[in-house]
């Protein structure tokens, strides 16, 4: 139980297009999503929290225009990243936080690996 | 300011030997601790967690942690590694409750030989 999907698993895109990634929890339902940052050999760092129906809180330094993120059901988040450049090329990955049962937990996707060419 | 800190940033260890990862944290409040970990192309899997009760937890492949509250540490131990433990090993934070963003440490990579 508590399985985490991202899709897709890899993009490659031209610098200047936008991509979105989506993160669903499959077997429960999140009311908050987590979307993380993953550069090469280094710790995960906090993008935003989804909170589902509502606007993403986005941490300091996290550009809400670059990086829109859409909560719009309990088992779906989704993140673009617009108008995507080279330094945007990282390993995205989200979490989702039960909304009943074991919600002091995030339960991982298998992340997406973004190439900005 | 919050922040997990993790001492080491890279262990090699031969098969066999013992491990023991260092976790600090600094956090007010009533904290909840974790220690993931993430196999080579793999994503984030929990090891064990920390909520309350018995401070020593004992988690999944053999891994125990400690949380020494007058320490603010939670450092990660197994008594004999094996080459299929070779991962990223991140130890994690968030406030009691459940409704706090997750700290996480920067990660010791560790490579088992066999």
């Known amino acids: 139980g508590a399985v985490v999907s991202q899709h897709p698993s890899r993009v490659i895109c031209k610098s200047g297009t936008s991509v979105k990634i989506e993160c669903r929890s499959l077997d429960f339902q999140a009311t908050t999503m987590f979307w993380y940052r993953q550069f090469p050999k280094k710790s995960l760092m906090l993008m935003a929290t989804?909170?589902?129906?509502?606007?993403?809180?986005?941490e300091q330094g996290v550009e809400k225009d670059k990086f829109l993120i859409n909560h719009a059901s309990l088992t779906l988040s989704t993140l673009t990243v617009t108008s995507a450049h080279p330094e945007d090329s990282s390993f995205y990955i989200c979490s989702a936080r039960p909304t009943s049962g074991r919600i002091n937990e995030q339960f991982f996707g298998p992340g997406t690996r973004l190439t900005v060419l | 300011a919050q922040s997990v800190s993790q001492h080491n940033h890279h262990v090699i260890l031969s098969e066999a030997a013992s491990l023991e990862l260092g976790c600090n944290y600094s956090?007010?409040?009533?904290?909840?601790l974790f220690w993931y970990v993430q196999y080579p192309g793999q994503h984030l899997q929990l090891l064990l967690k920390y909520f309350s009760g018995d401070p020593l937890v004992k988690g999944i492949k053999g891994f125990e942690a400690e949380f020494i509250k007058s320490k603010f540490s939670f450092n990660l131990r197994k008594p004999s590694v094996q080459w299929s433990d070779t991962a990223e090993y991140f130890c994690a934070v968030n406030g009691a409750g459940g409704y706090n963003k997750l700290i996480f440490g920067a990660g010791t990579r560790l490579a088992v030989h066999p």
């Open positions: 956090y007010g409040g009533t904290v909840n």
């Open positions: 989804s909170n589902e129906g509502s606007k993403a809180t986005y």
